[in-house]
C-alpha cells in the first residue's frame, strides 16, 4: 500500500504587510502577471499604493516560498511574463487577514459611535 | 534606463536574479513606458522609487535568505568546504554591502565592497585549484 503524507497547513496569525496583503486580493479572482498586478494594485488603493519592481517581486518571492501563491501557467506564457495566482492556503490566509480585520473596523466603529455620544 | 536597472538588479543574490531578472526587466520596461508617457516629472520620481526598490529589495532578498548549508549543515552542492567558504564570504560581503546601501552608510558599503572583491579573487583562485569552472 502507498503511504501519502499529506501536509497540513497552519495559517500564521500574524497581520500581513500591505503589499502582500495587496497582492493577494489582487489575485482573488484571476491570475494575474507582473505588470498586472502592479496596475490593479494602484486601482484597488485608489492610486495611493504604487509597488516598485523589487517590492513586488520580493514579496512574490516570500508568497512562492510560502506556497501562498503559485506560477500559472498560460498558452502565451514566456520567461519574461509569468502569471501567478492564489493557492487554497493563501485564499484561507487572506479570508483571515480580511476577518480580522472587518473584526476590527467594527470595533473602531463601535468606538468613535460611543465617543460622539458623549 | 534598461541597463542601469539591470546594474542594479545584479545587488540580488543569485538565485533571486535566475528566477526572477527576466520578468522584472520586462514589468520595469512596460512600467517606464506608462510613466514615460505621464511626463518627465513622473517618470523621474518612477526612476527613483525603482531603483530605491531594488536596493532595498535587494537587502531584504540577502537578509532573508537562508542558503541550504545552514539548513541542514551541508556544503552546498558537495563541493569543497574550503570552497564553499570562500563562496559563503563572498555572499555575506554583497549581503553587508546591498544592507548599507539601502542604510545610507556609504563609507561602510565600500569597505564592504574592497572586501568583497578580495573575497571573489580568493574563490576564482580555488575555482581554479579545483578545476571548477563559473
Same mark, same amino acid.
Given at each position: 500500500?502507498?503511504?501519502?503524507?499529506?501536509?497540513?497547513?497552519? $495559517?500564521? $496569525?500574524? $497581520?500581513?504587510?500591505?503589499?502582500?496583503?495587496?497582492?493577494?486580493?489582487?489575485?482573488? #479572482?484571476? $491570475?494575474?502577471?507582473?505588470?498586472?498586478?502592479?496596475?490593479?494594485?494602484?486601482?484597488?488603493?485608489?492610486?495611493r499604493v504604487?509597488?516598485?519592481?523589487?517590492?513586488?517581486?520580493?514579496?512574490?518571492?516570500?508568497?512562492?516560498? #510560502?506556497?501562498?501563491?503559485?506560477?500559472?501557467?498560460?498558452?502565451?506564457?514566456?520567461?519574461?511574463?509569468q502569471a501567478?495566482?492564489?493557492?487554497?492556503?493563501?485564499?484561507?490566509?487572506?479570508?483571515?487577514?480580511?476577518?480580522?480585520?472587518?473584526?476590527? !473596523?467594527?470595533?473602531?466603529? !463601535?468606538?468613535?459611535?460611543?465617543?460622539?455620544?458623549? | 534606463? *534598461?541597463?542601469?536597472? *539591470?546594474?542594479?538588479?545584479?545587488?540580488?543574490?543569485?538565485?533571486?536574479?535566475?528566477?526572477?531578472?527576466?520578468?522584472?526587466?520586462?514589468?520595469?520596461?512596460?512600467?517606464?513606458?506608462?510613466?514615460?508617457? @505621464?511626463?518627465?516629472?513622473?517618470?523621474?520620481?518612477?526612476?527613483? +522609487?525603482?531603483?530605491?526598490?531594488?536596493?532595498?529589495?535587494a537587502a531584504?532578498?540577502?537578509?532573508?535568505?537562508?542558503?541550504?548549508?545552514?539548513?541542514?549543515?551541508?556544503?552546498?552542492?558537495?563541493?569543497?568546504?574550503?570552497? +564553499?567558504?570562500?563562496?559563503?564570504?563572498?555572499? +555575506?560581503?554583497?549581503?553587508?554591502?546591498?544592507?548599507?546601501?539601502?542604510?545610507?552608510?556609504?563609507? *561602510?558599503?565600500?569597505?564592504?565592497?574592497?572586501?568583497?572583491?578580495?573575497?571573489?579573487?580568493?574563490?576564482?583562485?580555488?575555482? @581554479? *585549484?579545483?578545476?571548477?569552472?563559473?
Amino acid at each position: 500500500m502507498r503511504h501519502v503524507a499529506t501536509k497540513t497547513y497552519t $495559517p500564521d $496569525p500574524k $497581520p500581513l504587510t500591505e503589499p502582500v496583503l495587496l497582492i493577494l486580493t489582487s489575485l482573488a #479572482d484571476q $491570475p494575474r502577471h507582473g505588470y498586472a498586478l502592479i496596475q490593479d494594485i494602484g486601482s484597488l488603493s485608489g492610486g495611493r499604493v504604487r509597488l516598485s519592481t523589487g517590492t513586488l517581486f520580493g514579496a512574490l518571492r516570500r508568497l512562492l516560498e #510560502d506556497g501562498w501563491i503559485e506560477r500559472f501557467e498560460q498558452e502565451d506564457t514566456s520567461r519574461q511574463k509569468q502569471a501567478y495566482r492564489l493557492t487554497a492556503a493563501g485564499r484561507k490566509q487572506l479570508q483571515l487577514e480580511l476577518d480580522r480585520m472587518k473584526q476590527l !473596523t467594527r470595533a473602531g466603529i !463601535t468606538r468613535l459611535r460611543a465617543g460622539e455620544a458623549v | 534606463m *534598461k541597463r542601469a536597472y *539591470k546594474f542594479f538588479l545584479l545587488l540580488y543574490p543569485r538565485e533571486h536574479r535566475n528566477q526572477f531578472s527576466d520578468e522584472m526587466t520586462r514589468v520595469f520596461e512596460e512600467a517606464s513606458a506608462e510613466r514615460r508617457a @505621464q511626463g518627465w516629472a513622473r517618470y523621474v520620481r518612477f526612476v527613483f +522609487a525603482e531603483m530605491n526598490g531594488l536596493v532595498t529589495g535587494a537587502a531584504g532578498a540577502w537578509l532573508g535568505r537562508q542558503p541550504a548549508s545552514q539548513v541542514d549543515g551541508a556544503s552546498p552542492s558537495g563541493l569543497p568546504q574550503e570552497l +564553499a567558504e570562500a563562496q559563503q564570504r563572498v555572499d +555575506a560581503n554583497i549581503a553587508a554591502m546591498v544592507h548599507a546601501i539601502a542604510n545610507h552608510q556609504f563609507e *561602510k558599503a565600500r569597505v564592504h565592497s574592497h572586501e568583497e572583491r578580495q573575497a571573489r579573487e580568493n574563490l576564482r583562485l580555488l575555482r @581554479q *585549484k579545483y578545476g571548477i569552472s563559473d
